[in-house]
Nanobody
Framework: VQLQASGGGLVQAGGSLKLSCEIT????????LAWYRQAPGKEREWVAT???????KYPDSVKGRFSISRDIRKNMVYLQMNNLRPEDTAVYYC?????????WGQGTLVTVSS
């Protein structure tokens, strides 16, 4: 399984970005799909999860601003990010959990200017 994340860039605070992750495997037989991020000098942190039935979960830091979704036919997972803040600046990674394995994409950089 390979993952290719894209869509990062530079945006002003309050703006929006939509990240995409192309997965080279059928996405209907997964435990969950997720996004994580890692800011400079900080540990990687969880951002969003979507389960096969469509249930989504978010940490309080992004709840109400970020939205994860997936397109089963296209084997894609997305992260819509609204009302971005400078503290959202990080490299964003997509992740697939399937059976007992985990797969990560290479990351896409999001920079939010104040």
């Amino acid at each position: 399984v390979q993952l290719q994340a894209s869509g990062g860039g530079l945006v002003q605070a309050g703006g929006s970005l939509k990240l995409s992750c192309e997965i080279t495997a059928r996405t209907f037989n997964f435990n969950y799909l997720a996004w994580y991020r890692q800011a400079p000098g900080k540990e990687r942190e969880w951002v969003a999860t979507i389960y096969p039935g469509g249930t989504t979960k978010y940490p309080d830091s992004v709840k109400g601003r970020f939205s994860i979704s997936r397109d089963i036919r296209k084997n894609m997972v997305y992260l819509q990010m609204n009302n971005l803040r400078p503290e959202d600046t990080a490299v964003y990674y997509c992740k697939v959990a399937r059976a007992s394995s985990e797969y990560w994409g290479q990351g896409t950089l999001v920079t939010v200017s104040s």
